[in-house]
């Protein structure tokens, strides 16, 4: 039997950089515990509530963050407040499957409109590795709003 995993990132602003990749990946920010959020709903403000109801200070509602796949199937996704900024390159990566199964010209303008859509919501485009068959099929490597790396694969 495998192991769930989830992937935590080191952030600045928790809240900010979850609905980056919320956006990025289609995934949801899950609602707080017992809390029935309505569809159209902000999960974000509901979690707003429930910790002000909890007794939360307004300047620790925003030191964690999380999303999940709607699907169940992809991991979930925990960002985590710290002090210090991000200042090297990442170990690892996410590397996020925007033209499986194209080649050539298709793959890659597939991955520049899925960079121009990432850029519009505060991504940055650090550089495009073209395609060098037979194993390089070509990617582009950006970065989040905070820094952290990942490649449209």
């Not at 710290?82 to 690892?92: D, F, L, S, T």
């Not at 505060?122 to 070509?138: H, N, S, V």
Request: aromatic share 6%; glycine share 10%.
């Amino acid at each position: 039997m495998s192991s769930h995993i989830q992937v935590t990132f080191d952030a600045h602003d928790p809240g900010a950089l979850s609905t980056f990749w919320r956006d990025a990946l289609g995934y949801v920010h899950p609602g707080p515990p017992g809390v029935d959020v309505p569809e159209g709903t902000d999960p974000l403000a509901a979690w707003d509530e429930f910790l002000a109801g909890i007794g939360v200070p307004q300047e620790q509602r925003n030191t964690r963050s999380a999303i999940e796949d709607p699907d169940g199937r992809g991991p979930r996704l925990f960002f985590q407040q710290v002090p210090e900024g991000k200042v090297a390159k990442n170990r690892v990566h996410l590397d996020v499957r925007a033209a499986p199964g194209l080649q050539g010209d298709e793959r890659m303008a597939a991955l520049e409109a899925e960079c121009a859509r990432l850029v519009a919501r505060g991504a940055t485009r650090l550089r495009r590795d073209e395609p060098a068959p037979p194993l390089a099929f070509g990617t582009i490597v950006m970065a989040d709003p905070e820094g952290n790396e990942f490649c449209l694969d």
